[in-house]
C-alpha cells in the first residue's frame, strides 16, 4: 500500500482490517512501492481533475436551460423527457462499476476511458438528425460520465490524507460553484441565440484537453495494486435493478399512474432482482459490492446522509423556479438569479472542509448547519409565501448547509475504509445519492401534481400552467408547503445519517 504525506503508521486494528477483506475473497500480492507526493504535486494532480469534474457537473446543469428549444426543434416534446431520463439511467448504473474497475485496472486508465466515451457521446449528440438519435446519444454520455465523479473521488482519496483534504476543498469547489452558475445561463446562451447542438459540441474540445490533463498529470497517483475478480453477474443484476426502479421514479404520476399496472411492474422487477443481487453478494467469491464495504457502518451512515443532502439540492433546484415564477411571480430569467444561492454550496464545503483541517469533532459543523436549515424551512412551511428577499436568505442557509454536508460524509467514507477499496465505495455512495435524487424528485413531482390538480404538458410555459391552476381557485402557495415539507424530512433524514455516523479519527495530521 501506498504511503501519503502525512499518512498515519499502520495499527494493529488495520492490519486485522487487511486480514478482513482477504478472508472475503480478495488474492494478497505484494503492496505497490511508496508513492511521497510533494504539495506541489498534488496541486497538479488536483488540476488535472477539474476539468474533468467540470465536464460532468457542467453537463448536469446546461441540459436543463437547452431543453424547450430542443423540444420546439424537432416537434417532439412527448420525448424530450427522454433527453434527461436516458443519461440519469446509465449514469447511475454504471457508477459503481466504475468504482470497481478502478479498483482494478487504476484510476489513470478508467477516467481516460469514462472520459473518451462522453466525448464520443457529446458527439453523437450533437449531431443527432432526431430525437431518437439525440437520446442514444444521451445514453452513451452517460455511460461515461457515470464515471468521471467517482474516480475523481477516489483520486483525492489516494493522494491526500483524509484530515488534509479541507485544503483543497477550494479548488473543486470552484468546479461546483461554476458549473451551477454558469451552465444554465450559458446553456440558455447557445440555444437561444445560436444553436442547441453547440450544447454538446463544447463538451468535445473540452473533453480532449481534459484527456490530455488526465493522461499527463495523473501519472505519479499512488496505485494499491491488488489481484480483484470481477464478479459480472453481481453487477448485471444490480444495474438491471437500478435501471427499472429509476423508469417507475421517472414515469410514475407523469406518463403512467403510480398505482398503473406499468409502475407496479417496473417496482415488482426491481424488488426481485434486488433479492437475487443480494442473494449474489452473499454468493460470490469476491461480490461486486465487497461485504467489508456495505457492512462498514461509517458507509452506510454517511451514505444516507450524503444521499438525502444531495436529494434535497436536487429537488429543490428542479421545482423551486416553478415556485418563483407561480407564487413570486418572477420571470424565467430573475427565477434563474434568485436561485443561484441554493446553488453555492461551495462556502458551506469550505467551511466544513478548513474545519476537518484542524477539528477532531468536524461532523457537528454541518450537522449544525443542517438543523439550522431545517429551522428555517420550517418557516416556509408555516408560511410559504413571504418576501422575495426571506426566501433568498432561507435557501442561502439551506444551500450552505448542504454543502458543509457533502465533505464529511465523502472523506469519513474515504477514512474508514481501505485505499484499495476507495473506488468501489466512491462508485456506490454515488449510486446511491443518485437513487436518492431520483426519489425526491418524484415525491415532491407527485405533490406540485397532486395540488394543482393538473399535469403540465412538456413545453408548456409556466405562465399558461399558473393561470389554469389560477382560474381554478387553488392555493398555489399551499401546495409548495408540502414541497417544503418534503424537503425539511429529507434534511431530518440527513442530519440523522450524520448523528449516527461514528466519528473516526482522521487519517494523516494537518501541517
Same mark, same amino acid.
Request: with cysteine.
Given at each position: ?336 438569479? $434568485? @436561485?443561484?444561492? !441554493? *446553488?453555492?454550496?461551495?462556502? /458551506? ?7 476537518? %483541517? +484542524? &477539528? ?126 418534503? $424537503? @425539511?424530512?429529507? !434534511? *431530518?433524514?440527513?442530519?440523522? /445519517? ?7 479519527? %482522521? +487519517? &494523516?495530521?494537518?501541517?
Amino acid at each position: 500500500m501506498s504511503l501519503r504525506k502525512g499518512a498515519a503508521p499502520k495499527r494493529k486494528g488495520d492490519e486485522q482490517s487487511a486480514a478482513g477483506h482477504a478472508l472475503i475473497g480478495e488474492k494478497p500480492v505484494t503492496p505497490s512501492p511508496t508513492t511521497r507526493l510533494s504539495h506541489a504535486e498534488v496541486r497538479r494532480i488536483f488540476f488535472g481533475l477539474m476539468l474533468t469534474a467540470f465536464l460532468a457537473a457542467l453537463n448536469q446543469t446546461i441540459i436543463a436551460t437547452a431543453l424547450p428549444t430542443i423540444g420546439r426543434y424537432f416537434s417532439d416534446f412527448e420525448n424530450l423527457s427522454w433527453v434527461v431520463t436516458a443519461y440519469l439511467l446509465t449514469s447511475t448504473a454504471v457508477a459503481p462499476l466504475y468504482g470497481k474497475l478502478s479498483d482494478i485496472y487504476g484510476r489513470r486508465a478508467m477516467m481516460l476511458t469514462a472520459v473518451g466515451i462522453f466525448v464520443a457521446g457529446s458527439a453523437v449528440c450533437g449531431a443527432a438528425p432526431n430525437m431518437l438519435l439525440l437520446v442514444l446519444g444521451r445514453g452513451l454520455q452517460g455511460l461515461g460520465g457515470g464515471g468521471i465523479l467517482p474516480i475523481a473521488q477516489a483520486i483525492i482519496a489516494d493522494v491526500v490524507a483524509p484530515r488534509e483534504r479541507g485544503r483543497y476543498q477550494a479548488y473543486m469547489g470552484v468546479v461546483w460553484m461554476s458549473s451551477g452558475v454558469g451552465g444554465p445561463v450559458l446553456g440558455g446562451v447557445l440555444s437561444e441565440h445560436f444553436h442547441w447542438s453547440l450544447v454538446f459540441w463544447l463538451n468535445v474540445p473540452l473533453g480532449l484537453i481534459a484527456a490530455w490533463l488526465t493522461r499527463t498529470y495523473l501519472k505519479r497517483i499512488p496505485r494499491h495494486d491488488r489481484r480483484h475478480d470481477l464478479d459480472i453477474l453481481g453487477a448485471g443484476l444490480m444495474m438491471a435493478s437500478a435501471i427499472l426502479l429509476l423508469l417507475a421514479l421517472s414515469w410514475g404520476g407523469t406518463r403512467y399512474g403510480w398505482f398503473s399496472g406499468a409502475i407496479l411492474g417496473l417496482i415488482a422487477g426491481s424488488f426481485l432482482l434486488s433479492l437475487a443481487f443480494a442473494w449474489r453478494l452473499v454468493r460470490a467469491p469476491e461480490p461486486f459490492l465487497p461485504l467489508s464495504v456495505l457492512g462498514n457502518p461509517v458507509m452506510r451512515t454517511a451514505s444516507v446522509a450524503n444521499s438525502f443532502a444531495m436529494a434535497t439540492s436536487i429537488g429543490l433546484t428542479i421545482f423551486t423556479p416553478l415556485y418563483f415564477e407561480i407564487v413570486q411571480k418572477l420571470s424565467a430569467t430573475d427565477s434563474g438569479l $434568485a @436561485l443561484i444561492p !441554493l *446553488a453555492l454550496t461551495t462556502p /458551506g464545503s469550505l467551511i466544513s472542509g478548513r474545519f476537518m %483541517l +484542524r &477539528g477532531h469533532h468536524y461532523k457537528w459543523v454541518p450537522m449544525t448547519g443542517l438543523g439550522c436549515s431545517i429551522a428555517v424551512l420550517a418557516l416556509l412551511v408555516w408560511n410559504p409565501a413571504p418576501s422575495l428577499p426571506a426566501v433568498i436568505a432561507i435557501l442561502s442557509i439551506v444551500g450552505t448547509a448542504i454543502g458543509m454536508t457533502y465533505p464529511v460524509a465523502t472523506v469519513s467514507i474515504q477514512n474508514a475504509l481501505p485505499p484499495h477499496q476507495a473506488g468501489v465505495a466512491m462508485g456506490a455512495m454515488n449510486f446511491f445519492r443518485s437513487l436518492a435524487s431520483a426519489f425526491a424528485v418524484a415525491v415532491m413531482g407527485a405533490i406540485i401534481l397532486a395540488g394543482f390538480g393538473v399535469a403540465p404538458e412538456r413545453g408548456t410555459s409556466v405562465s399558461v400552467m399558473a393561470a389554469a391552476v389560477g382560474a381554478q381557485g387553488f392555493d398555489v402557495a399551499g401546495v409548495f408547503r408540502w414541497v417544503f415539507l418534503a $424537503a @425539511l424530512v429529507f !434534511l *431530518a433524514c440527513s442530519l440523522a /445519517g450524520l448523528f449516527m455516523m461514528e466519528e473516526r479519527p %482522521l +487519517r &494523516g495530521s494537518a501541517t
